[in-house]
């Protein structure tokens, strides 16, 4: 059986901030039916993440593009990889059967096909399809690994979230006040601030956007100095981290969103403070910590069940409202796991 599959491309390489205007919609004729003898899976999509790391994929040229084979650069006009959520439609493959839901990499389009790269059986043990892209899918482990592994906190230390009402940020809040830690966030508008107060649970959150001198701002919320700083924008709130962290404090570097469409913004983080101040700062990739992902998804569905870890969420419909979503993540429009319901189950 052939049908036309919908699958949303770059027109040209992406240089500078994400336009709307950068993509399209292109259709092509897809069959449905396995051939003989392959390993192929077909796929088809439900939900699809948005992430911001994917800009970097877009961009003529980029260091992560060769770092990781995650992150290999994307050309116009190609199929773009994503993670996301689906069910087997067919498959030549022994471990996965029509009808199974599958999370892992699929594409933003409507149908996928896999050799199984990246790709996993999914039991959605009752809980919404969506927990399994963001929450309890790479979003949740990037948060859960970079915290525990990276940071390696101690019940009492001071920790700062930038971005904090993003995918991971959010998470990491939760993670590290359930953990006893004190935690301030940053967040862009006073509803996302309100919200991690009073939702989420964080201690302080202040609205960097009202902050002239981001410095001075967090000598004010942390007098005694940053123990932990888990950092997703890096820049000048990078900078002003760094100038206030404790002796022997830990800076896991998850991203750098602020640097991603402007290379003017790169930090330049005072080396002496690093140096005197024996602060460790490590880049990770959630990749590096698959092999934690049990202990991950146990603790953290013990923390849903419970009521200790809330669910941010921002899902919209419609495969065509995939460049409107990328785009409006550097606009900071989304408040939690941005994802795109491609089709209904």
């Given amino acids: 059986m052939e049908v036309t599959n919908k699958y949303i491309v770059i027109k040209t390489q992406i ?5 709307e205007s950068d993509f399209e919609l292109k259709t092509e004729p897809f069959s449905l039916t396995v051939k003989p003898g392959s390993n192929d899976i077909i796929i088809k999509n439900l939900y699809v993440s948005i992430d911001p790391y994917q800009i970097n994929r877009m961009k003529t040229m980029s260091s992560s593009q060769k770092a990781s084979e995650f992150a290999v650069g994307i050309s116009p006009g190609q199929v773009i990889d994503a993670y996301g959520v689906g069910k087997v439609i067919a498959s030549g493959n022994p471990k996965f059967e029509k009808d199974d839901y599958v999370v892992g990499i699929v594409s933003w389009g409507e149908y996928s096909i896999s050799q199984g790269f990246i790709l996993n059986k999914l039991d959605p043990m009752g809980l919404p399809l969506t927990y399994h892209v963001g929450l309890l899918g790479l979003s949740g482990l990037t948060a859960y690994s970079g915290f525990f592994e990276i940071c390696k906190p101690k019940k009492g230390e001071k920790v700062f979230v930038s971005a904090a009402s993003g995918s991971v940020g959010n998470l990491v809040g939760q993670y590290a006040k359930h953990f006893g830690c004190y935690v301030v966030g940053c967040a862009g508008s006073p509803n996302k601030v309100k919200l991690l107060k009073e939702k989420l649970g964080f ?3 202040f609205n960097y956007k009202e902050e002239t ?3 001075s701002t967090l000598q004010r919320y942390f007098p005694n100095g940053i123990d932990i700083y888990f950092d997703n924008v890096g820049g000048e709130m990078l900078e ?12 896991a570097l998850c991203g750098i969103i602020a640097e991603y469409t402007n290379a003017g913004k790169r930090a330049a983080p005072d080396l002496l403070n690093v140096i005197y101040k024996r602060i460790t700062i490590q880049g990770f990739l959630s990749g590096d910590y698959m092999s934690l992902f049990p202990e991950f998804l146990t603790t953290t569905i013990d923390h849903l069940r419970t009521g200790k870890i809330h669910v941010l969420e921002d899902v919209s419909v419609g495969l065509e409202g995939v460049p409107s979503a990328f785009v409006g993540l550097f606009r900071g429009d989304n ?5 795109v319901q491609v089709s209904l189950d």
């Fill in 240 to 251: 002003a981290a760094i100038s206030n962290m404790n002796m022997n404090g830990r800076v």
């Fill in 15 to 19: 240089d500078g901030k994400p336009q």
């Fill in 213 to 215: 001198d981001l410095n």
């Fill in 335 to 339: 408040v939690g796991k941005r994802i």
């Fill in 203 to 205: 201690d302080e959150v």
